[in-house]
């Protein structure tokens, strides 16, 4: 669903901090800098050493406009610090918006896990034995040893080994980045769970790899034979 800008609340605030700023914007005098602000205003110039020169500009709008006035002074600050509500409010509305129209993008792309699985369908004989890890999709034409998710408290899976494997005759082994990914980048914790895909890249042979890119989106996804 696309984000909507909530106006009315939105202009409810604004309206409030203009009228708060502006009832108390004269109930205390000039302060240093704006008398400085004020006087500088009387002296337009190309620039100054501290402050750029629309600072001296507004100055000297304001005075023409109210006169001395301290209010009237200040009405451009206020008008400012509204204004910064809005904008506030606008970026909260692209942001989303710009990840909804990315997330859409995605949504255009077939899944590599899509993809590999149409693969492995037509080019492993049905009844093969595979061991999967999970998120990957399933395989009903063949004969699935789910591998376990590894995670913090969870058991070591025995299944984990490509040696272990092999002894209990599975063929295939369907493993995916969004499992090994995450089991390499915490190898310290994962040990033998990150061991067990260095395993299958240094003594199986890799016969399918799906990598996301162009019309595909997603973690990468192979196919080892062991």
Known sequence: MRPALAVRPLVAVVVAKAALNLAFSGRYGWQRDELYYYVAGKHLQAGYVDYPPVTALLSAVARLLFGGSLVGFRLFAILAGTGTIVVAALVALALPLAWSIGDAADLTRTDTRVAAAEWVERHVPAGATVAADPSTPRLPHLDETPLELPGPG?????????????????EYAFVTGAIADRV????????????????????????????????LGGPWVALYRL
């Open 154 to 170: 969870r058991p070591f899976d025995p299944d984990r080994s490509v040696e272990r494997l092999r002894a209990r005759g599975v």
């Open 184 to 215: 390499l980048a915490a190898a310290d914790r994962y040990p033998r769970e990150a061991r067990f895909y260095g395993e299958l890249e240094a003594e199986t042979r890799r016969v399918l790899i799906v990598r996301p890119g162009g019309a």
